[in-house]
């Protein structure tokens, strides 16, 4: 049976191909178009999944969409009536786009796909996060918790799952609505703070380690807590519903003082935690670290709901606020919870594979861990024709378009060193891990591009993890990245918990940079360049059964440097999405300071002047 | 450009660029053009199968996508909002398999068109960021008319045949004007109409859709697979 999933339409638009139950292909759009978070329709994530499926459309099964758009707009129209005489911009302009064409996204779906509507299905929002949490997580029976800005009209909803005679049984335990949001209000503080919502989150994150909860009561009172464990928002401090007046009301800021304009310089450093910070500074990152502190609050509260409704120890998380890793840390170390499982992508953009899951398995006797599946999902590409044309392109060329204060004069010429497949790996993994040794920065593409937003060692950008040198070059001469966001590292299994400190059944939670936790004292000078001012990190636990190349290369560091970690962050440069093709990786490689990029078994070099 | 482009563009500057959100509203969709340039010429570069042809294209793509981040940094430093770039759905412009000659054709009579706007908006501006970013970009969008034209003859095309395909490409690109002048005209036909039923409406259905945002949980069921089964 041939089951594609298809998101599309807010944001992170993707496509999932499953035959038989397993899945062929994942990806999201973005990664084929270059435009991060793109919620177009997935045309070019379709095209590829059926490709390496080796099928058409007409050989298509099903195709599920993973909301339900007839609700979604009742949703939208009724919250832009309520501001009413306050919302004729919201109302002309959801309308406009919901009239116009996202309400007729199951026909858009036939039309596009040339596919008989009675293929097409569709599943709520929040249940396909809760396909998506369930479906790959193992579990025989679980609770699913599933937390993010909004979908058809819940915000938050709470589910149990269970197999039961081979088929997936997702039972909603609660659904809390629209408007009363844990991820709105942290996309608004996310605006308050200066950051672009919907897509910094993460940057908050990261502040709030630099802060107090000085002002937690102030978001205790906002984010009421209720006493079945489910919480309210009290509206008057934002405009969920009426969104072009700002993310938040004037009631906000007369209760935390002016917001942060963007782009005003923000003196923290995560690479300088004794830095002097100034006391306006201080105060947005104590409200950071307020907000941050009342989400993880919140979310424990559902969390006790959800285990008393599951009795169970396994726990699924997905949703946009499920990339919080300090929360999910939380829920871990403090719920009752003792098993946690979070897809490689827990956003919208995995939705496509949670859908076509559930599709498959409602029509067959799939077991639960056949379902199980890695991050690897995404596009390969043939390195050959891209080292072809290196020979044919002068480097000088590019000195006009270097990336801000990245010397020029260091671009003449590069090397090309092939190492031959059989033995190269070993030959390779032990170059590139001398140059590490030297401070150099290294890309590193490698067969299938991740599904999600983590860099998995398939398309990385890598550094020796004491080298805060590296790390500060790193942040200003290649990744364009603020200061206070800081690095993570990658792991093999051996040494995880050498570093970490963690518990031993907790090591495989760790594969795809979901939960921020401790170094051990002793091993913090080792990884001080890829660790955060609370001393903490969120780490890549790699095994060589999910990618050997990286473990490869990870060992032959561990060699030289004593320990197989490196710091690993997402090869892709400021504004973009991962890079997905070897040439995206090369103009990379071409205006910025990294020293060396790696296209499968090639290993190109700067030849620096003397 | 003719002389009624160039009087429009200097309108526009003098006149509706004096709001700041009209102008980086402008410039953001500039950024989005350059991009989508630089999305066309990477899969111009998967298609191609020469490596020189690949490595022209390469060092072309590497200019543009400088070109899209001059405007985004324009935005970036004008605006006291974040940053959210436009997007455009990606469409490409041939099916795959088109002798990469007509992507280079079409490619070549967009940087005629955008060096000659470019041109005309660098000279109307006043000193500032703009300009400055624009002074660099019209320089380099010359050198690709140049570029694109010299790789055609490259690639074995006559002047004659090149001439042709561009006047295609000049009808194509006249035709694709004409649809977003459309859409525009539909769009505001859109705005109007949705205008007058909001104000006809809304007062009728907001107290009940205050209500429903008052509820506190879902009860509806969306907890299984819908449509056909």
């Known amino acids: 049976m041939n089951v594609l999933g298809i998101s599309y339409g807010y944001h992170d638009a993707s496509a999932t191909l499953v035959v038989d139950g397993q899945i062929v292909a994942a990806m999201a759009e973005e990664r084929l178009t270059r435009q991060k978070h793109d919620a177009h329709f997935p045309t070019y994530a379709i095209r590829h999944c059926l490709s390496v499926g080796g099928i058409g459309t007409e050989d298509l099964d099903k195709v599920v969409f993973h909301e339900d758009p007839h609700t979604k707009f009742t949703r939208v129209i009724t919250s832009s009536l309520a501001p009413f005489p306050h919302s004729r911009r919201e109302f002309v302009n959801s309308a406009k786009s919901w009239l116009g064409e996202k309400l007729w996204a199951l026909n858009t779906l036939s039309a596009r796909l040339d596919l008989d509507p009675a293929k097409i299905t569709y599943v709520g929002h929040h249940f396909s996060h809760a396909a998506q949490a369930f479906m790959g997580s193992g579990f025989e029976r679980s609770a699913i918790l599933i937390v993010d800005a909004v979908g058809d009209w819940s915000s938050t909803a709470l589910y149990t799952g269970e197999w039961v005679d081979g088929r997936p049984q997702i039972e909603r335990v609660t659904e809390i609505a629209f408007p009363h949001s844990l991820g709105l209000v942290y996309s608004a503080i996310t605006a308050y703070l200066g950051f672009r919502p919907n897509d910094s989150e993460a940057t908050t994150m990261a502040l709030a380690a630099f802060g107090t909860p000085r002002f937690a009561d102030v978001f205790r009172e906002i984010i009421e807590a209720k006493p079945d464990g489910t919480y309210t928002v009290d509206q008057r401090y934002f405009n969920f519903a009426n969104f072009y007046k700002g993310a938040y009301t004037e009631a906000l800021v007369e209760k935390l003082g002016p917001a942060r304009e963007s782009g005003a310089p923000l003196g923290l450093d995560c690479l300088d935690p004794d830095a002097a910070i100034s006391e306006e500074d201080q105060r947005f990152a104590d409200i950071a670290a307020s907000i941050q502190c009342v989400l993880e609050e919140r979310i424990l509260g559902l969390c006790g709901t959800l285990h008393t409704a599951a009795q169970t120890e396994n726990l699924c998380i997905a949703g946009g606020v499920a990339f919080n890793c300090v929360a999910n840390q939380r829920i871990l170390d403090e719920s009752a919870f003792s098993s946690l499982y979070i897809p490689p992508d827990p956003g919208d953009g995995g939705t496509s594979v949670g859908t076509a899951l559930f599709a498959a398995a409602q029509a067959g006797d799939l077991t639960p861990s056949g379902l199980c599946h890695g991050a690897y999902l995404g596009k390969s590409y043939e390195e050959a024709p891209t080292l072809e044309m290196i020979e044919h392109v002068n480097p000088t060329h590019f000195r006009r378009y270097m990336k801000v204060g990245v010397d020029a004069a260091q671009n003449n010429n590069w090397k090309v060193e092939r190492f031959e497949p059989e033995d190269g790996l070993s030959g390779l993994c032990a170059a590139v891990a001398d140059r590490l040794m030297q401070g150099e920065l290294v890309g590193w593409f490698q067969g299938n591009f991740e599904m999600g937003p983590r860099a998995l060692g398939n398309r990385s950008l890598l550094a020796r993890p004491d080298d805060f040198d590296a790390a500060r070059r790193l942040s200003t001469l290649v990744k364009n990245r603020a200061p206070y966001r800081p690095y993570a590292f990658s792991v093999t299994d051996g040494d995880a918990q050498a570093l970490l400190d963690i518990p031993a059944d907790q090591v495989r939670f760790h594969r795809w940079m979901q939960l921020a936790v401790p170094v051990r004292p002793e091993a913090a000078k080792m990884v001080q360049a890829a660790l955060h001012v609370d001393q903490t990190t969120r780490p890549q636990v790699c095994f060589a059964e999910d990618n050997p190349r990286y473990h490869a290369l990870l060992s032959a560091f561990g060699e030289r440097f004593g320990k197989a970690v490196l710091l690993n962050t997402s090869f892709n440069p400021s504004g973009y999405p991962l890079v997905a093709t070897p040439e995206e990786a090369l103009v990379m490689f071409a205006r910025t300071d990294l020293d060396v990029l790696v296209l499968g078994d090639a290993m190109i070099t700067k030849v620096r002047p003397d | ?229």
Request: neutral net charge; charged residues 30%; proline residues 3%.
């Open chain 2, 1 to 229: 450009m003719s002389m009624m482009e160039r009087i429009k563009v200097r309108a526009l500057v003098s006149v509706f660029w004096r709001s700041k959100q009209t102008m980086l509203s402008a410039v953001n969709g500039f950024q989005a053009t350059e991009a989508d340039g630089v999305w066309h010429l990477l899969r111009g570069i998967e298609g191609a199968e020469d490596p020189k042809v690949r490595a022209t294209l390469f060092e072309h793509m590497i200019e543009e996508e400088a070109h899209a981040e001059a405007f985004g940094l324009v935005c970036r430093e004008e605006s006291a909002q974040a940053f959210v770039p436009t997007f455009y759905e990606r469409e490409d412009i041939f099916p795959t398999g088109t002798p990469i000659w007509k992507l280079i054709a079409y490619v070549h009579v967009g940087e005629v068109d955008a060096t000659a706007r470019f041109g005309v908006l660098r000279d109307a501006l006043p000193p500032g960021r703009l300009k400055e970013a624009l002074k660099t970009i019209v320089a380099d969008e010359e050198g690709h008319i140049d570029l694109t034209h010299d790789l055609l003859l490259e690639l074995g095309a006559s002047e004659a045949e090149i001439r042709k395909t561009y006047r295609r490409v000049r009808l194509r690109r006249a035709w694709e004007g004409w649809l977003r002048s459309g859409k525009r005209i539909v769009n505001w036909v859109a705005v109007t109409l949705l205008s007058g039923v909001y104000f006809v409406m809304a007062p009728f259905f907001y107290r009940t859709a205050r209500a429903k945002l008052r509820q506190n949980t879902v009860e509806y069921d969306n907890n299984r697979l819908k449509g056909a089964q």
